[in-house]
Each structure stands twice: as C-alpha cells, then as structure tokens.
C-alpha cells in the first residue's frame, strides 16, 4: 500500500479481533490507539492508514496483504488486464466497478480468467502454427497460457513465494552440517561422500555447454569450471534435496494438482533449487543478518558466499509464520525486456505477457553495470513501491563467448523502504514517485515518451499536423 493510502477494512478487522479473543479496548491497548478509533474502523467509519496496517502487522504477526481489500494484486492486475481485450468489448470500466467484482466473487474472477485464458489460446495458436515468428507479441501471450512456467510460477504465488517444510527441513540440515562454522563447500562435499557420491570440477572443454551433470552409475557429480563457487555449492545443494527430500517434494508435487507432466517435472527442479538456496542461507540465520545488516544484498552476499542474485531471490521468500521478513516481489529480466525469473511475497502484481515498463530502472541498471539504483515507481491503480535494481553476469564467460549480462530488480511495498540501507538519505515524504504501468499493452497513461505501444482497449489517434514526445497517441475505448 503506499504512502498515505487509506483503506476500510472493517470487516476483516473485526473477524480478526474476534479470532484473537480481544475487546476492541484490548486491541487498542496493544496497537497503541483509542478504542473509539478501532470501533469507527470496524464500522467503516474510518479507514485504515498505511502506519495502522503496520503496527498490526508488526503486534500480530501478519502479513498486511491479509488486510488490504485488494490483497490478490495478481488477480486484480490480471483481470483488468483480461477485461481489456477489445472482443470482450467491456468499455472503460472504473477501477471501482472491477474492485467490486473482485471484493464481492474472487472466485468467480478467477474462473473468468480460466476461461479467457482458453479462448486467447484457442485464438493464437492456429495464428502461432501458421507462422510463430509473424508477431513475437502473441507468441508470449500464447505461451504464457500454455507453458507449464505459467502453472509454477501460479503455484508460487499462491504460497506466497514461501515453502515451509522445505525451508525447515533445510535449516535443519544446515545445523547439522555447521555450516555457520565450517567452510561451506567441504561440508557439503562431505555429505555427498557419505552418499557415496564425489564431486569433480572439471574442464569447460570437457563439460561443453553443461554447467552440472549427475552420473549416478558413476556416483559423480561433474561441474564445470565456469561455475563460481557460490553457484558450486548451489548445486551440491540441488542434488542434496534430490537424495534427502525426495519424499517431501514428491507430497508437495502431489498436492500442486498440477498434471501436465512438464509442469510437474519443472516444480520439481523449482522445489529442489528452492532448498538448496534455503539450505546455504538457512531461514532463522539469514533473516537475523537481513535485519542486522537493513537488507543489504551486496554485505549479505559476501557473508553467506552467496551471489547477489541468490541473496536477492531468498530474500522474497521470508515469509515464515511469527518470522516474516520484508515481503520482496523479485524480478530477473535480460537486456531486451525478457522476463526468466519473477517472485512476489507481496501485493506487486506481474504483466502476464509483453514484457515490463521501460520506465522501472531495471532496465537502466544496464547503462551503469554492477552498480545498485534505487527508485520509487507507483502503479496505476495507485501503490508505490521501492525498487532497487544491479545487473549480474550469469556463469560462463571466455574469449569469443561472453557470460550473458542480466539485471536483477528486489522491491517492496513504499512502507517498509525507511527498513532498507537503499533508502537512507531518501526523503520518501517528499520524492515523487515514477509513473509505470505493466507494460505497454496494458498501461492507459498519456503523454508517455517511452510508450511502444498503444494500449490494447484504445483506439490509435493519429493527428497529421503535430508531433510530441509521445510517439502513440490514443483515444476513449
């Protein structure tokens, strides 16, 4: 929520007071306010502020989004998003009519987007078989409604970037191992001898384009050379939750519901990568030095022997009941808009398809490589949040093949930006934030110099006799 928002959350508030067994002079005692101020809110006399939400966040325990009316961002930045599309022919509809179909029947939102999600791909894909290099724009839609990374990044979401049991059992075995006091990697060397397993590092020459193979007749596991070490130990973790947790991950898989078998294959690698990560950044320790350290990604790195990627990606997966961290949305994007990696433990809501705004400093981050920048974006419907973005290099990197060069973008909810190294030195009082949307598809701003597109419910407007910054122009639905 940003700064200065207000929201009615009466009814939540009271459902949530009763579960707890309070008064509304016991809650008000606890959060520090009257009692006549919770009475008014809970009779939606009053709204919400953003310092309210937190306070009952911080004295709770919970995640704000479990408050906010709009708590499934994803869902309401999809269906709006869907309610777009021209052959619906939907009109402009006001923010407030979808807020109320969202509030009244998610349910029912989330069915439509089922459905539509059917009908675009029964549309594109005879469009896709034709020729699929025609128009690179519906070759992304379609495969974003068909390919399994659609099901697990959906997954994901759900579980708010967050798997318990994976991340209990990884701490678990991190303690085992003392890897707060041993060197990392002959630790976990180690445990894969007591498999019977030896690791190799070998030649790139040798590995060609493979940067990890298991042998298990050979009980061998090969890395390439390319690999640094932080990533080096990344994959002895892989295999690690392979041996060890192969029964936890194959209940996990059970209960996805998922069915298409490259979406069961893909929630697998994403589960054990998933406890690797937990398990060379152990939950109750990182998120300890997390808070120690302000989120400082760069510090983290170097005291966990992580790469800033992996710092940045667990850092959206502190979710744990009675330990959250900062809820994260994370995002790993390549030089021409490319979306591979995208997370959120918050209310960011994601583009389904077409890429993300030019305007987010993601993309800037490679005109200053390695370097981190830090901006205020707000969307829409209204939400500001602190990004911070860098670029990394991906492994590899030799004399005619470069490593490939990717940026990495960590933000969260405007709010809890004064609890980040990044902000210091901000007035976030005073800073005006960037206007983005989810791309340009979707995004109804005028007057955008960065637009490439018109928005897909707008008609183009051409006018002969003028030129501005805005290279497209549009008009009323």
Known sequence: MARGEKLIIGQRLRVLRQSLGLTQGQMAAELGVSASYITLIEADQRPASARLLLKLAEVYDLNIAELAPSADAQLAADFAAALKDPVLEAGALSRAETEAV?????????????????????????????????????????????????????????????????????EALAAELALHRNEPHVALSARLSAHGIRTRILPADVMGDQLRRFDLHRKELMLSELLRQSSRRFQIGVLLARLEQEGLIARLVEDSGLADPAAVSLLRVSLANYFAAALVMPYGRFLAACEATRYDVELLS??????????????????????????FFFVRVDRAG?????????????????????????????????????????????????SVARTVTRAGGMQGQPAQRLAIGLGCDVAYAPRLIYADGIDLTRIRPVEIGLNCYLCERRDCSARAHAPINRPLAVNERERSLAIFRFGEA
Not at 119 to 148: H, I, Q
Not at 302 to 327: C, K, N, W, Y
Request: aromatic letters at 10%; hydrophobic letters at 40%; one cysteine or more.
């Open 102 to 170: 969202l509030q009244a029947s998610p349910r029912i939102a989330a069915a439509f987007l089922r459905l539509h999600d059917r009908y675009r791909e029964a549309v594109l894909r005879p469009l896709a078989e034709d020729n699929p290099m025609t128009d690179r724009d519906k070759v992304e839609a379609l495969s974003e409604g068909s390919r399994p990374v659609g099901a697990v990044r959906a997954w994901f979401y759900r579980h708010r970037n967050h798997v318990d049991a994976l991340d209990r059992a990884a």
């Open 302 to 327: 170097h005291r966990f022997g992580t790469s800033f990627e992996q710092v940045a990606h667990r850092m959206s997966t502190l979710q744990r009941d009675g330990a959250r961290g900062i809820p």
């Open 338 to 386: 490319n979306i591979s990696k995208r997370f959120s433990a918050g209310r960011f809501p994601f583009s389904r398809f077409g890429g993300t705004c030019p305007l987010w400093n993601i993309h800037a981050a490679f005109e200053m490589p390695d370097q981190v920048q830090t901006q205020v974006i707000r969307m829409p419907e209204g939400a500001s949040y602190f």
